[in-house]
């Protein structure tokens, strides 16, 4: 057992303990139910700012594609103005979710609606996080273009462009399928850990309350 599994065993014992020491179920439910409010409340402000960072990056973008003159900087900036769309979009979705989870229904259903916010986030991560594998090069060329009038690609070859772009490809392809490998194999705590990465503890701690006061119940 390492250290993480170690320190989430005792805090899943800590949980029970404080939460279920009446061993009174409806108790444990209401303090689930609080505790899911309180777990999700980063996650709600964090979408805030990645709407924020939409703007930013439509801005960013607009500015690119408007003023350059090669076509490779026009087409970085076609791509963070769609990334800025997509950062923005996403963002608005899971509020949009976040604001549909009623914490005093049905525990299964508020189970359920926070599966369906899982899902979201974890495409958001795949879209937005893992392609700074390749969204990291146009993203720099924008920022020397709109900062310094530079254009980037006329000062680096069109071969090192084209293989950092290959190297980000593959580095996306590559955690795409460690995390497919890890659900696939049955390997839970890598999955969780790849999970968490893309969508945030605040979510994996929310469902964890739930579970247990859903456990606990059927006992």
Not at 30 to 43: C, K, Q, T
Not at 113 to 131: C, E, I, N, P, W
């Amino acid at each position: 057992m390492d250290i993480d599994e170690m320190k989430d065993a005792l805090s899943l014992l800590d949980r029970r303990y404080d939460a279920a020491s009446p061993l009174d179920a409806p108790t444990l439910a209401r303090r689930a139910r609080s505790e899911v409010r309180r777990s999700l409340l980063p996650l709600g402000r964090g979408q805030i700012w990645r709407v924020a960072g939409g703007v930013a990056f439509l801005l960013l973008g607009a500015a690119t594609w408007r003023d350059g003159r090669s076509a490779p900087m026009i087409a970085s900036g076609v791509l963070l103005h769609l990334y800025g769309v997509l950062m923005i979009g996403f963002a608005m979705a899971a509020r949009h979710k976040l604001a549909l989870i009623d914490d005093a229904g049905p525990l299964v259903e508020v189970q359920s609606q926070l599966a369906r916010l899982r899902r979201l986030m974890v495409v958001a991560g795949y879209v937005l996080g893992l392609s700074w594998w390749i969204v990291w090069l146009p993203a720099a060329a924008a920022l020397i273009w709109v900062g310094a009038g530079i254009d980037l690609y006329t000062f680096v070859a069109a071969g090192w462009a084209v293989s950092c772009i290959a190297a980000g490809l593959a580095g996306y392809a590559g955690c795409w399928l460690v995390h497919l490998w890890a659900e696939k194999s049955g390997s839970k705590r890598l999955a969780e850990r790849l999970g968490d990465l893309l969508t945030g503890r605040s979510l994996r701690a929310a469902e964890r309350w739930l579970k247990d006061a859903a456990s606990f119940a059927a006992e």
